[in-house]
């Protein structure tokens, strides 16, 4: 079945640098990209997804790559700030017709002020 | 404030117990969904309902047992379940069922068993 890794686990960068995440699958089959951001206690939400038509999508401070060649996708985070800091997580949709989402470990993100 | 909302936020329950996790999606959505969060391990899909109808049973063991009343309603009703069930319980909704729909996560239901 369909397998994602998300890398790296934890990762702590200071205010205003830049944060990369990557993650790779291994479903050819794969469409749909969504990234999502949980914050404690509370339930994981959409920041920005991306289908395999398309290279790369920004969304002010944040942007997503896919590279369906390498099955490799990264979310890249620009100027952060403390309140970006959160879990996480990469996902992809494999070969589901049924909006099935096959999600990465996660990344802890701690933005140091 | 999110547009699915779950019941309780908290629960404990013995290992006899039988107990109902509540959702209610108010988004107007087709798709339903339970996922399960564990410590250390990703969210894993556990069912998945369109219009009322399970259409995906993602090797879930029986003691978790998921009702859909309605298209905006949603339960889990759990019973005679083990320490290692101990996790945060995520519904979703989506518009429709398939790929590429947007999938909305509630705030979960923290579930300790003991």
């Known amino acids: 079945g369909e397998n994602v890794e998300q890398h790296p686990s934890t990762l702590s960068v200071q205010e205003g640098d830049s944060a990369v995440i990557k993650c790779t699958y291994s479903?050819?089959?794969?469409?749909?990209f969504p990234w999502y951001k949980q914050e404690l206690g509370k339930g994981p939400q959409l920041i920005i997804d991306i289908r395999s038509n398309v290279g790369e999508k920004k969304d002010q401070r944040i942007a997503v790559t896919l590279n369906k060649t390498a099955k490799h996708f990264s979310l890249h985070i620009t100027e952060t700030q403390p309140e970006d800091s959160a879990v996480y997580f990469c996902a992809t949709d494999g070969s589901s017709n049924t909006g099935k989402l096959i999600f990465g470990q996660g990344t802890t993100l701690q933005v140091k002020p | 404030e999110t547009g699915v909302t779950q019941t309780p936020r908290h629960l404990v329950m013995g290992m006899t117990n039988k107990k109902s996790l509540k959702c209610e999606q108010h988004?107007?959505?087709?798709?339903m969904y339970w996922y399960k969060q564990s410590a250390k391990k990703p969210l894993e899909l556990m069912f998945v309902?369109?219009?009322?109808?399970?259409?995906e049973n993602n090797s879930v063991p029986s003691r978790f047992s998921p009702e859909c009343p309605n298209s905006s309603h949603l339960f889990l009703h759990l019973h005679t379940l083990q320490p290692e069930d101990s996790a945060l319980y995520l519904c979703?909704?989506?518009?429709?069922?398939?790929?590429?729909?947007?999938?909305?996560f509630g705030e979960g239901s923290w579930l300790t068993v003991v």
């Open positions: 988004l107007g959505h087709n798709a």
């Open positions: 979703a909704s989506s518009q429709e069922v398939g790929s590429g729909n947007t999938i909305y």
């Open positions: 309902y369109s219009l009322e109808e399970r259409v």
């Open positions: 479903d050819s089959a794969s469409n749909y």
